[in-house]
C-alpha cells in the first residue's frame, strides 16, 4: 500500500487536482449545482477560503486557504467527495474492492496537493487553474468557461477580461494534468 506523505500547515493555502474515477463521464459540469451545493455544505461545517477554481467535466483544479488554527483539508475532501456523490444515482461500474467496502465508483480515491509556497507559486497556481479550460480544449478563451473563478478575478482587477494566459508561466508549472 502506498503511503502517502501530505504537507499539514495550518492556515495554509493548497492547490489541488480532484479526479473522477472514470475520466470520460462528465458529471462535475452535468451535476455542477450538486457539486456547488457539496462545497458549500462542508464550507458551513468546516469553513475555508476558495481562493480559485475551475470544474471541468471530469476533474477540478482549486486553491484553498485554511483557517489559521486548521489544516485539515483531507476531512473537507472526504466531505465533499461523498456529499456529491450521495446526489448521484448509483450505477456505474464498480471494482470488487469498492464493493466490498461498500464504496462508490465516483471520485479517485486520492487527489493531488501541493502546499503554496509564497506569493508567486499562488499566482502561478491560479493562472493555471484559470487557464485549464482552454488547455483541455473545452473552450477558445478562458473568459467563455462558465465553470470557474475567472470572472471574480476579472471583476476585482485581477485579470483583463481578454487574458490569455502566459504560456511560460504556465508550462513552466510542469502540472501533467
Same mark, same amino acid.
Given at each position: 500500500?502506498?503511503?502517502?506523505? !501530505? ?5 495554509? #493555502?493548497?492547490?489541488? @487536482?480532484? $479526479?473522477?474515477? +472514470? /475520466? ?51 476531512? !473537507? ?5 461523498? #456529499?456529491?456523490?450521495? @446526489?448521484? $444515482?448509483?450505477? +456505474? /461500474? ?84
Amino acid at each position: 500500500m502506498p503511503h502517502y506523505i !501530505r504537507a499539514y500547515v495550518p492556515g495554509g #493555502s493548497y492547490f489541488f @487536482t480532484v $479526479a473522477l474515477l +472514470e /475520466r470520460h463521464r462528465c458529471l462535475l459540469t452535468e451535476h455542477v449545482d450538486a457539486l456547488r451545493a457539496a462545497f458549500i455544505s462542508v464550507w458551513r461545517q468546516r469553513p475555508f477560503h476558495i481562493n480559485a477554481i475551475v470544474v471541468l467535466p471530469d476533474h477540478l483544479h482549486c486553491l484553498w486557504t485554511l483557517p489559521p488554527d486548521d489544516a485539515d483539508y483531507s476531512t !473537507r475532501w472526504r466531505l465533499i467527495k461523498t #456529499s456529491f456523490a450521495r @446526489t448521484l $444515482a448509483p450505477g +456505474e /461500474r464498480l471494482s470488487d474492492r469498492r464493493q466490498k467496502k461498500g464504496e462508490r465508483g465516483i471520485w479517485q480515491r486520492r487527489f493531488w496537493e501541493h502546499t503554496i509556497r509564497d506569493q508567486r507559486d499562488f499566482n502561478i497556481h491560479c493562472d493555471y487553474i484559470h487557464y485549464n479550460p482552454v488547455k483541455h480544449g473545452y473552450v477558445a478563451r478562458v473568459a467563455d468557461w462558465p465553470h470557474s473563478s475567472f470572472q471574480r478575478f476579472v471583476e476585482n482587477g485581477t485579470y483583463p477580461l481578454d487574458w490569455a494566459g502566459d504560456p511560460e508561466t504556465i508550462a513552466a508549472t510542469g502540472f501533467g494534468e
